[in-house]
């Protein structure tokens, strides 16, 4: 069996599997939705690193269309370690091998920032981590957390154990309207020991931010959400309409490789599957506002995919749009 069949197996596999769990307690219940993320961890659908074929974005959005529709939290979380394991491919360091082998979230958006967020010191065997972490998700559910800092002016990942430790303090989880079950935390450092050999990569600052602009993963996610909404479409009108736009805009985001352009389409398709979902709603009456229903678990959910990290640019465009 061709390895891209294996994997497309593993989806099913793990689809099957997901059934069975309460898929609305998977957005604020971080126990459920660490039993999903174990389930896709352990039949591979994120050892990206093991399927050595041309096309591993293929790969990506056939994941985040099979998987989306069950979780977005699920997916959220996929896109972390997807995101690590991709970085941890790309460079090559001492523990490479050993931390494939683990769960491995990420924190490092705010290398983007015009300014340092998280400084070190060198010092013997490694570096010392001052500052704060925002936004760090997966707690108890990663092993693991990909680290962005800033020395002698470069940046760099390293990765550190996700959990409560000297120097490593482990504040609130903000309460939020969706995605609780994620446990996003924020991390102060005080002090926190890098070894040296835990250190992926150091670069020029400004790489993370140029190699993020290609990425097309939160497309993928917002398209497995419009599949998602789309079966719990009623009226055959409006899922006909539906998935002509949508599908419209697939091909569209599939073809692209202009960064600017992405911008744009990952607007067009926020705006257009919110349309679709509050119409969906609206057709199917009061019976949308209760809890257990899937329609209102995929608004929220477009709404946690594109409110987390977002530029100031394509906050513009947003604004641009609606103006």
């Given amino acids: 069996m061709s390895l891209e069949k294996t994997f497309l197996r593993?989806?099913?596999?793990?689809?099957?599997?997901?059934?069975?769990?309460?898929?609305?307690?998977?957005?604020?219940?971080?126990?459920?939705?660490?039993?999903?993320?174990?389930?896709?961890?352990?039949?591979?659908?994120?050892?990206?690193?093991?399927?050595?074929?041309k096309n591993p974005e293929l790969l990506k959005f056939r994941l985040f269309r099979k998987i989306t529709p069950y979780s977005g939290s699920l997916s959220f979380l996929a896109i972390q370690i997807l995101a690590a394991n991709?970085?941890?491919?790309?460079?090559?360091?001492?523990?490479?091998?050993?931390?494939?082998?683990?769960?491995?979230?990420?924190s490092i958006n705010h290398l983007r920032d015009n300014?340092?967020?998280?400084?070190a010191k060198k010092c013997k065997d490694g570096y010392k981590l001052n500052g704060h972490l925002t936004w760090a998700s997966g707690y108890k559910i990663f092993d693991k957390l990909?680290?962005?800092?800033?020395?002698?002016?470069?940046?760099?990942?390293?990765?550190?154990?996700?959990?409560?430790?000297?120097?490593?303090?482990?504040?609130?989880?903000?309460?939020?309207?969706?995605?609780?079950?994620?446990?996003?935390?924020?991390?102060?450092?005080?002090?926190?020991?890098i070894k040296e050999e835990n250190i992926v990569s150091?670069?020029?600052?400004?790489?993370?931010?140029?190699?993020?602009?290609?990425?097309?993963?939160?497309?993928?996610?917002?398209?497995?959400i419009a599949l998602?909404?789309?079966?719990?479409?009623?009226?055959?009108?409006?899922?006909?309409?539906?998935?002509?736009?949508?599908?419209?805009?697939?091909?569209?985001?599939?073809?692209?490789?202009?960064?600017?352009?992405l911008d744009q389409i990952r607007i067009d398709l926020f705006t257009t599957i919110q349309d679709i979902i509050t119409t969906a709603m609206i057709l199917n009456g009061g019976k949308s506002i209760l809890i257990d229903k899937n329609l209102q678990r995929f608004y929220r959910e477009i709404i946690m995919f594109n409110s987390n990290g977002l530029n100031s640019h394509i906050k513009s465009l947003f604004l641009e749009k609606f103006i």
């Fill in 10 to 53: 593993n989806i099913k596999k793990t689809t099957n599997q997901l059934k069975n769990l309460p898929l609305h307690k998977m957005d604020n219940d971080y126990k459920t939705l660490k039993k999903a993320f174990d389930i896709a961890y352990e039949n591979e659908l994120f050892s990206f690193h093991k399927y050595s074929i």
């Fill in 202 to 224: 150091s670069h020029e600052i400004g790489h993370y931010t140029k190699n993020k602009s290609l990425s097309k993963t939160i497309h993928y996610a917002l398209y497995g």
């Fill in 146 to 193: 990909l680290i962005g800092f800033h020395y002698d002016n470069k940046e760099y990942e390293a990765i550190a154990s996700f959990k409560k430790k000297k120097g490593f303090n482990i504040l609130e989880t903000p309460e939020t309207f969706v995605g609780y079950s994620l446990n996003t935390v924020n991390i102060k450092l005080d002090d926190f020991f």
């Fill in 228 to 261: 998602g909404a789309m079966k719990n479409i009623d009226n055959e009108k409006l899922k006909k309409e539906s998935k002509k736009r949508i599908n419209k805009l697939k091909d569209t985001f599939i073809k692209t490789e202009n960064p600017a352009y």
């Fill in 115 to 119: 300014k340092t967020v998280i400084n």
């Fill in 86 to 106: 991709s970085i941890m491919t790309k460079n090559d360091f001492k523990r490479k091998e050993h931390f494939f082998n683990k769960k491995c979230g990420i």
